[in-house]
């Protein structure tokens, strides 16, 4: 049940966040019957990140368009102006649209290496919605491992926890 897979977790949780190998969370039949569409790729910059790409270009149909998807959100800056203090929020904002474009155009050059077919979509949003609107026309969604373990990943979640326990595809 709900209460009981948010304290103790849930084996699904358990995979995707340890496993030391690809995890493939096999959709409903419905959506396995969705037919193909493309490979979305969610990017960050990490080495995890780029793992999934790489597993993603040799481990799936050639003529297969893979999407790099990166995202920026808005943070919240609390300065002597008050929140979101003018100059102070730029320079984040501005900061994070560098480091996702960054993150897709690493990406990217991987795919290249692999003379693999792609695009990038990189834009401000949540990146659990991000990719989950990718999803909705994928054969194929990617992530790597992320970051938040302990506490963190209790109160604020993962994208990767997020998409096991609400895919659109696999």
Do not use: Y
Request: proline letters at 4%.
């Amino acid at each position: 049940g709900a209460t009981r897979d948010t304290l103790l977790g849930s084996v699904s949780t358990r995979c995707a966040s340890l496993a030391p190998c690809p995890v493939a969370v096999v959709p409903t039949a419905a959506a396995a019957q969705r037919g193909s569409g493309p490979v979305v790729v969610g990017v960050d910059g990490s080495a995890n990140a780029l793992a999934a790409v790489r597993w993603a270009g040799a481990c799936t149909d050639p003529d297969t368009e893979i999407v790099l998807a990166a995202s920026w959100g808005v943070p919240i800056i609390i300065g002597q102006d008050g929140v979101g203090a003018g100059a102070e929020l730029s320079m984040v904002l501005d900061s994070d649209r560098d480091r996702a474009a960054m993150a897709v155009k690493l990406a990217g050059d991987l795919l290249d290496e692999q003379g693999r077919r792609h695009r990038d979509e990189v834009r401000q949003a949540e990146a659990r919605n991000l990719l989950s609107e990718l999803a909705h026309t994928a054969s194929m969604l990617v992530v790597g491992q992320r970051g938040r373990t302990g506490l963190a990943h209790m109160f604020l979640g993962s994208v990767t926890t997020s998409l096991v326990h609400h895919p659109e595809c696999v």
